[in-house]
């Protein structure tokens, strides 16, 4: 089964600053790679799929890249509504996976 | 577009509960179909999948003990949950990939199950 590991667990980021999330693959996932914001009470939100794809109506703050087995979201320009945490999730063979999570809080 | 899940509640250790979710706005029927939960405090895991053909996938966490399945006339997702335990308890939450299979677009509000004595 494949593992996926996220870093760092937590990011402290100042608004308006840029935030870079990493996702790493146990073995290669190919393009098979989305992510997904969390608020706090909130159910998860899409942002990204296909590692680069952004949802429908997604801000284009928010990117993805990479490939195989390490993955990057970028947050250009943090908002307060960007303070929350963040998963990766795989979907290139079952069962599917989610990584650990990644908290951006404010700095 | 929307996803209400219901059914959620305390229930005791080896208990059993089901679970629903109404979907609005698209048919569960024609969509790839989820349930994802998270424990308190803790990440999230995928748990089972329904495809529109009617294919199933579990978790090995709950493999032989829940259920997936549909009511296409009610329009509504269901997961059957056995043998619960105390490590069953987290929110629920189902979900459809409808702009891209695999990658979860639409999200319930979820519904929390606690197995505690």
């Known amino acids: 089964e494949i593992v996926m590991t996220q870093s760092p667990a937590t990011l402290s980021v100042s608004p308006g600053e840029r935030a870079t999330l990493s996702c790493r693959a146990s073995?290669?996932?190919?393009?098979?790679l989305a992510w997904y914001q969390q608020r706090p009470g909130q159910a998860p939100r899409l942002l990204i799929y296909?590692?680069?794809t952004r949802a429908t109506g997604i801000s284009a703050r928010f990117s993805g890249s990479g490939s195989g087995t390490d993955f990057t979201l970028t947050i250009s320009s943090l908002q307060s509504e960007d303070f929350a945490v963040y998963y990766c999730q795989r979907y290139n063979s079952w069962p599917l996976s989610f990584g650990p999570g990644t908290k951006v809080e404010i700095k | 577009v929307q996803l209400v899940e219901s059914g959620g509640g305390l229930i005791q250790p080896g208990g059993s509960l089901r679970l629903s979710c109404a979907a609005s706005g698209f048919a569960v029927s024609s969509n790839y179909m989820t349930w994802v939960r998270q424990a308190p405090g803790k990440g999230l895991e995928w748990i089972s999948v329904l495809y529109s053909g009617g294919g199933t996938y579990y978790a090995n966490s709950v493999k032989g003990r829940f259920t997936i399945s549909r009511d296409d006339s009610k329009n509504t997702l269901y997961v059957q949950m056995n043998s619960l335990g105390v490590e069953d308890t987290a929110m629920y939450y189902c979900a459809s990939a409808v702009e891209r299979e695999h990658a979860f677009d639409i999200w319930g509000q979820g519904t929390m199950v606690t197995v505690s004595s």
């Open positions: 296909d590692v680069f």
């Open positions: 073995r290669s996932v190919s393009s098979n």
